[in-house]
């Protein structure tokens, strides 16, 4: 017994929090909690909170389904947050031939508790539930068993009690389990400020010009009132025409002019540099991020879709800040100026101008929302019209053989329409607006001449007063209508920041430690302890347990679909498992700093990737600071040296994409030279010889004789003469060991392992092939 | 597999439920299989015709063509077995989404009472057959809407942007 099995309040309390004071009224004296599962439907299927809680002498569970011949025990108000439920728990004491049976259809799992003769309660939850609820049923296991073990309660031994995972020395609620915190909230343009603030400096010197420049370029029409006033119409009334004050105001309108413009062209110059900027920050910070996520995030996401949002959509947000953001504050400035220069010449006439501009604004208010509808609409069709293509361009060769062209030109034309159909949508609107804009702008210059003529005729105002107001008025509403043009393109504008902020906000779903121990150089050992993992709702790894000693190789074998892959993608932590841990020389994974822990694995795939660049160059991709002479050495173990010297430029031959093509056997021994140059202690081999020939497979086989010395490898492979050295064989079988031994072991089983190595045998006997086939029989001998 | 399958799918058999809740099927030998499932072929598009039972090991054991041509007490049986494996809750309205951009998490009603879930991507929500649309949220549980039109306006507006 563990000191916490004599406190039943301790042991409850690694219980979510709601369900501690009714588990604790519960227990009997001396009664511990060993493990619990929260399950989330009820036997319906509807939802609702449950949970099953397994002590060291009874299971406690509220609400099962199956139960209607008999009472609860309790029932028991529980407290969650604002809402109060009565629940009926029940109780079972656990004898020896009962059973816990926990199993996963698609949608929904089910628990149940099996007496001898008949099924005494089950409870149902969602997929969601499904990896945890392995802890409970192997606890349940091993007590009915009377297993010494089972009684060690885990509270406080360091695993988590709902799903496994080792827990950190000060940890005492597993991070996985935690309730998860709510997503964050939605971010507009208004997240783009913090990538501003870094620039303000610049901003604000780009907001002072952009005042100046707007300032003077309001001086001209202002001085066409004297000019008019004191020159022209008393030139009319009969006076000499005075060419030096003609000269003068001429002169300032000019100089004012020029002003503007260079104010203007400093002030533009400022912002786009400024602009230029955060995009860049922006796109940096996007492909960071983009780097920083797992696998399972580009799994879900269509290549082409991602380059956009980090290229296109954050050039479209510079465009929008650099262009339309820059212009709408300018016409800010020269809409007050305006208003500020018109009211103090005449503030009836400034007046009768600014009547309009309620009307104007609700108009813009008005179309706002229609527009922004259309837009998202349109940018909708448009992807389901982009979806066509990324179908079936890539798969043109099966729309060719199965001479479908024409269904698929008819599907692409439908979706074509559609887009045509919502765009056209928009485009009645927004046609609709702008020259709907342009004849207020008419009628409002109709009613400034109307009531000026009418001051004049009363003497309130003079000529030039009048035509001052027409000057200004012609761009007071032209920049009423390209700030409503603003309209359009903000909207597009929170579209595109929307689809980066999208990348931005994932959470990296192979999270970093927040107590990172550092893994330095590993030993190589490998333990799995009970590992679960699902895609989805299908869960493909149930319980794996697994110890491999440092430089042991593991040879995973079975038929395809029975988890290997997964596996390893398990160990090299693309993934983390739903349940369960992985230990690295004793220490979780999960514990370690994701890079540092990957410098210890070396993979070797079963298509190898060269980037764009020299030969030496992707030998070199682990460790950039290789030296020649190391890469030299890498590639003659991975018998790659003498076929890279007899391409053209040597070890400096451009390969990859656009670069020289090599053959499968040789890409993959250049991988091979890859992962040795970095000298892993754990080497992981993915198919590494299907996709060749036999003969290329043995040429590979004897580079990898020399990868594999002295590391702990797994490797996964279908031709079973790939697998001769390894020390151990695992046959996997749907998601879980069935066997473990030497090849001549398993032959001796005949089990799984036997029937797949029969037909291999007659498979490569048929195939006519000699070298596949005495590699194998060779094994069956020598072991 | 397939063409024994084939040679099954018109044998009479039987179907019960056992103490422990499983459903056995009794097959025209008299020999019993314990534990199987039924599985509807065509969940959506055809949901009462081709419904397969299966052994625990997922070979096909009998393939029910039309529902319709079988006993009342072996339909019963088959439909019972289907509402207790299908979890396919149907959303009839969205009372909150919380926020524009994912991942976003979903507070719905639905025929299976209210729920929260975390929608992790915008690829998540599709359209549906005609007029349907189907969510699949972060855990990978599916929820079905069998028409959007009959949803109410702030429901429509919620799902607005991903059709």
């Known amino acids: 017994m563990t000191p916490s099995a004599s406190d039943p309040a301790a042991s409850a309390g690694s219980l979510p929090q709601s369900w501690r004071p009714p588990v604790e009224s519960l227990l009997e004296p001396g009664e511990a909690v060993l493990a619990w599962f929260q399950t989330d439907l009820d036997a319906d299927l509807r939802f609702r909170q449950s949970v099953v809680v397994l002590t060291d002498r009874r299971l406690l569970g509220t609400d099962p389904g199956g139960v209607e011949d008999r009472k609860p025990d309790r029932s028991i108000a529980r407290h969650d947050g604002a809402v109060t439920r009565t629940e009926q728990w029940y109780a079972w004491r656990i004898a020896a031939d009962q059973r816990l049976l926990l199993s996963d259809q698609t949608g929904a799992g089910t628990l149940e508790l099996m007496g001898p003769e008949r099924r005494l309660a089950f409870w149902r939850f969602t997929s969601a539930r499904s990896s945890s609820g392995g802890a409970i049923v192997r606890k349940f296991e091993s007590l009915r068993q009377r297993d010494p073990e089972a009684i060690v309660a885990p509270v406080g031994g360091g695993v988590c009690p709902n799903c496994g995972r080792r827990l950190a020395a000060d940890e005492t609620e597993c991070p996985s389990c935690a309730p998860a915190a709510a997503p964050p909230a939605a971010k507009s343009l208004l997240a783009l400020i913090p990538f501003a603030r870094p620039r303000s400096g610049m901003i604000l010197l780009g907001l002072g010009l952009t005042m100046a420049s707007t300032a003077v370029s309001l001086l001209p029409p202002l001085l066409t009132i004297p000019l008019l006033n004191n020159v022209l119409i008393p030139h009319h009334a009969g006076q000499p025409l005075d060419y030096r004050l003609v000269a003068w105001y001429l002169a300032g309108m000019a100089g004012a002019n020029l002003l503007a413009w260079l104010l203007a062209w400093a002030r533009t110059y400022v912002l786009a540099h400024v602009s230029e900027q955060v995009a860049a920050d922006l796109r940096n910070r996007t492909y960071t991020h983009l780097q920083r996520l797992s696998l399972e995030f580009f799994g879900g996401r269509r290549t082409g879709d991602l380059i956009s949002r980090v290229g296109s959509d954050s050039d479209r947000l510079c465009n929008f800040l650099s262009v339309s953001l820059v212009d709408f504050i300018a016409d800010v400035f020269m809409f007050i100026m305006t208003s500020i220069v018109l009211l103090s010449i005449d503030p009836v006439l400034a007046i009768v101008v600014l009547l309009p501009l309620p009307l104007i604004a609700w108009l813009i208010q008005n179309v706002r929302f229609r527009l922004r509808h259309g837009f998202s609409q349109g940018y909708a069709a448009w992807g389901e019209m982009i979806s066509v293509l990324a179908d079936t361009i890539p798969g043109v060769r099966v729309v060719k053989a199965f001479a479908q062209e024409q269904r698929e030109i008819d599907r692409f034309r439908t979706r074509n329409e559609h887009v045509r159909v919502v765009n056209n949508r928009v485009n009645r609107v927004w046609s609709f607006f702008e020259p709907t804009i342009t004849l207020f702008t008419e009628l409002g210059l109709l009613v400034v001449w109307l009531c000026g003529a009418w001051r004049i005729g009363h003497d309130s105002i003079s000529v030039g007063v009048l035509v001052a107001f027409v000057a200004y008025i012609s761009r007071f509403y032209g920049r009423l209508q390209s700030m409503s043009r603003m309209v359009v393109s903000t909207q597009r504008a929170a579209a595109s920041a929307h689809r980066i902020f999208e990348i931005l906000d994932r959470v990296p779903s192979v999270p970093e430690p927040a107590r990172p121990v550092t893994p330095g150089r590993l030993r190589g050992e490998i333990e799995l302890c009970d590992i679960w993992f699902r895609y989805g709702t299908r869960t493909v790894i149930k319980g794996i347990d697994l110890k491999v000693q440092p430089g042991e190789m593991i040879g995973l074998v079975g038929p395809s679909g029975s988890g290997k892959s997964t596996l390893i993608n398990l160990v090299c932590r693309f993934y983390d498992v739903a349940q369960g841990a992985i230990l690295a020389d004793g220490v979780d994974i999960r514990s370690f700093p994701v890079s540092e822990f990957r410098q210890n694995i070396g993979i070797v795939l079963q298509d190898p990737f060269l980037f764009f660049g020299t030969i030496a160059e992707n030998i070199a991709y682990g460790r950039p600071d290789a030296s020649r002479e190391e890469i030299v050495a890498a590639a003659r173990a991975a018998h790659a040296h003498e076929f890279i010297l007899k391409l053209s430029d040597g070890y400096d031959s451009l390969v990859g994409e656009r670069g020289q093509s090599l053959s499968g056997g040789e890409r993959q021994r250049i991988s091979i030279a890859r992962a040795l140059l970095i000298d892993p202690r754990i080497l992981i081999l993915d198919e590494a010889t299907s996709s060749v020939d036999t003969e290329t497979e043995w040429l590979i086989q004897q580079a990898l004789e020399n990868l594999i010395r002295g590391r702990t490898t797994i490797a996964i492979a279908h031709r079973l003469s790939t697998l001769r050295r390894a020390d151990r064989l695992v046959v996997m079988e749907n998601g879980q060991v069935s066997e473990i031994g030497s090849h001549d072991e398993l032959l001796a089983k005949s089990g799984t392992y036997t029937r797949l190595y029969r037909a291999q045998l007659q498979s490569a006997a048929e195939e006519d092939v000699a070298p596949a086939v005495p590699e194998v029989a060779k094994v069956a001998v020598v072991d | ?163």
């Open chain 2, 1 to 163: 597999m397939t063409d024994k399958s084939l040679a099954h799918a018109n044998l009479p058999f039987s179907l019960h439920r056992d103490p422990f809740g499983r459903l056995v099927l009794v097959d025209h030998d008299g020999h019993a299989h314990e534990g199987v499932t039924v599985i509807r072929a065509f969940p959506i598009s055809d949901p009462h015709r081709m419904v397969s039972i299966v052994d625990t090991a997922g070979h096909e054991l009998a393939l029910v063509e039309d529902l319709e041509n079988v006993d009342a007490d072996t339909r019963l049986t088959v439909l019972q077995e289907l509402a207790r494996r299908e979890f396919l809750p149907h959303i009839q309205r969205i009372l909150g989404v919380s926020g524009r951009i994912e991942p976003c998490e979903w507070r719905v009603a639905t025929d299976r009472g209210e729920h929260r879930f975390v929608i992790s991507a915008y690829e998540d929500v599709h359209r549906f057959g005609q007029h349907g649309a189907l969510v699949i949220d972060g855990e990978g549980t599916r929820y079905l809407i069998p028409d959007v039109r009959q949803l109410d306006r702030a429901s429509r507006r919620h799902l607005e942007r991903y059709l």
